[in-house]
C-alpha cells in the first residue's frame, strides 16, 4: 500500500511543478487515488496495524492536491476527477482547452 502512497504523493508533487505530461497521461496516473479510495473506505484495512497513519498521509496529500485543482470539467466525478489542475505544461493546458474548453496557465516547464 505504501507503493500506492508514494505514487499518489509524486503525482501531488508533479502536479504542483506544472505536470509537464498530457491530459491522458494524468489520467492514467490519476487511477491510483482510485485504489487509495476504495482502502481508506475499507471496514478490513481499518483495522491493520499502522492502517492510521497511512491514512494520515493520503489525507495530507489530498488536501495539498485539492489546493493545487482549477475547474471543474467533470460534474458527477470523484472530487480528483473532477477538476483539472489549475497550471500545468503547455501540452497538458492545449488538451484541457481542446477537449474541455477551458483555459488554465501553461507552466514554463
Given at each position: 500500500?505504501?507503493?500506492?502512497?508514494?505514487?499518489?504523493?509524486?503525482?501531488?508533487?508533479?502536479?504542483?511543478?506544472?505536470?509537464?505530461?498530457?491530459?491522458?497521461?494524468?489520467?492514467?496516473?490519476?487511477?491510483?487515488?482510485?485504489?487509495?479510495?476504495?482502502?481508506?473506505?475499507?471496514?478490513?484495512?481499518?483495522?491493520?496495524?499502522g492502517w492510521a497513519s497511512i491514512g494520515a498521509q493520503i489525507l495530507v496529500a489530498d488536501s495539498q492536491f485539492r489546493e493545487l485543482l482549477g475547474p471543474v470539467v467533470r460534474e458527477g466525478s470523484p472530487w480528483w476527477k473532477a477538476r483539472v489542475p489549475a497550471r500545468a505544461g503547455a501540452e497538458f493546458a492545449a488538451d484541457v482547452q481542446r477537449i474541455y474548453g477551458v483555459t488554465i496557465e501553461a507552466s514554463d516547464e
Open positions: 500500500m505504501l507503493g500506492f502512497v508514494e505514487a499518489w504523493q509524486t503525482l501531488v508533487d508533479e502536479v504542483e511543478a506544472g505536470y509537464g505530461g498530457d491530459l491522458y497521461e494524468y489520467e492514467a496516473e490519476l487511477l491510483v487515488r482510485e485504489d487509495l479510495e476504495r482502502a481508506m473506505v475499507s471496514s478490513e484495512l481499518a483495522s491493520v496495524d
